[in-house]
């Protein structure tokens, strides 16, 4: 058993050790956040293009040649797959993308599948994709 006067020397390397986690902590923190600030993260833009261009070999050029995607706060990416064009249209929310997917739908004359809607990407293809067109859009989905 431990006498009061042993527990009494103990609570002074108590209180400093947990002062010292606290301080690392507390570094973590404000280290985390200085880092955040100075190294902010790419945009999904910036990601999606850099999937196609590196892991697809695909050719993508950025920026919107249409009103309607000028109208994306995401930015736009237009490259072609297997021979089918196709216009990646970022926005920053699921709302904004389906208003955009039906601006494209009203003034579309493609067939019916041309423009899809793909979390908050709107695809707008020049003809009917296949599944494996799809499929390299949505593996650099970010």
């Known amino acids: ?14 209180r400093v050790s947990l ?9 973590e923190l404000v ?8 190294n902010p993260s790419p945009s999904s833009l910036a990601l999606t293009t850099k999937c196609l261009r590196n892991e697809k070999r695909l050719v993508v050029e950025t920026g919107a040649i249409d009103p ?11 490259t072609r ?14 709302a904004k993308a389906k208003k955009i997917a039906g601006y494209y739908s009203a003034v579309s ?8 809607l793909w979390k908050h990407d709107v ?4 003809g009917s994709p296949s599944p494996t067109q799809q499929q390299t859009v949505y593996d650099c989905y970010y």
Not at 68 to 78: E, L, M
Not at 109 to 116: F, K, L, R, S, V
Not at 123 to 126: K, Q
């Open 123 to 126: 695809l707008v293809w020049e």
């Open 109 to 116: 004359g493609g067939p019916e599948d041309a423009i899809q």
């Open 31 to 38: 280290g985390t956040e200085v880092d955040r600030r100075i």
């Open 68 to 78: 309607i995607g000028k109208t994306a706060d995401g930015g736009v990416a237009r």
């Open 1 to 14: 058993m431990i006498e009061a006067s042993e527990q009494q020397q103990e609570w002074p390397f108590l």
């Open 19 to 27: 002062l010292v986690v606290s301080a690392f902590l507390l570094l």
């Open 81 to 94: 797959i297997e021979g089918n064009g196709v216009t990646i249209v970022i926005a920053s929310s699921e």
